[in-house]
């Protein structure tokens, strides 16, 4: 796997190396400190991007969008300071599949960071944490294919192409997740498909 590591801190940056390459003997880290030199390597085979949003010469939702148009096969995970509910939301919306608070201890880190390399959405445990009681709904087989290139922000079309499926067939299994999951929107869709471990699974 080729992994892209955007952050215009140095030493962030070789720690995630080493922490990624501890994890994986298959791993090779591509490194950028900017939005330029982000996007210029961004469709170069790279299969995932850690992204840092308190880029100094960028705004990261911004950069998270600009990667996604460039390469939009490209699952981005944001690595930030800023772990608001709202933040998270956006990035979400933006396309982003998980977010890892920068603030999680180096175990914590970890188990996100073997979450994420495994296919599966991270989010911070005040919008993933499951409940016990909390039903789990039934999705079909292709249902759940759908949802999780949902919730590696791929857009319809590509989603469509993925599954060998005609776009309106997968717009009609979106609103059906929906349904399901009794949400409004891919960015409730993912957190709730989080919260129940629906994606990975």
């Known amino acids: 796997m080729k992994i892209l590591l955007v952050d215009d801190h140095t ?14 003997k298959d791993v090779v880290v591509i490194e950028a400190s900017n939005a330029d030199e982000a996007i210029a390597v ?11 949003l308190a880029l100094k010469t960028s705004d ?26 709202q ?7 933006a396309g982003a599949m998980s977010f890892i608070p920068k603030s999680a201890s180096p175990e914590a880190l970890t188990h996100a960071l073997r979450q994420v390399l ?14 016990a009681t909390a039903p789990r709904p039934h999705l079909t087989p292709r249902q759940r294919d759908v949802l999780r290139y949902l919730s590696q922000g791929l857009p319809t079309k590509l989603i469509a192409r ?12 979106i609103g059906s ?13 993912v957190i709730c498909a989080s919260r129940l471990a629906l994606v990975g699974t």
């Open 11 to 24: 030493l962030f940056r070789a720690g995630l190396r080493m922490l990624l390459a501890a994890l994986g």
């Open 42 to 52: 961004a469709g170069d085979n790279v299969q995932l991007c850690l992204l840092d």
């Open 60 to 85: 990261g939702i911004d950069l998270l969008a600009r990667l996604k148009q460039t390469a939009p096969n490209l699952i981005v995970v944001i690595v930030s300071a800023s772990d608001d509910a």
């Open 87 to 93: 933040t998270i939301r956006a990035c979400i919306d």
């Open 118 to 131: 495994g296919g599966e959405v991270y989010l911070p445990d005040e919008l993933s944490s499951a409940s």
């Open 162 to 173: 993925r599954l060998e499926l005609s776009e309106h067939t997968v717009k009609e299994h």
């Open 177 to 189: 997740i929906f349904h399901a999951l009794n949400v409004r929107n891919r960015t409730e869709a």
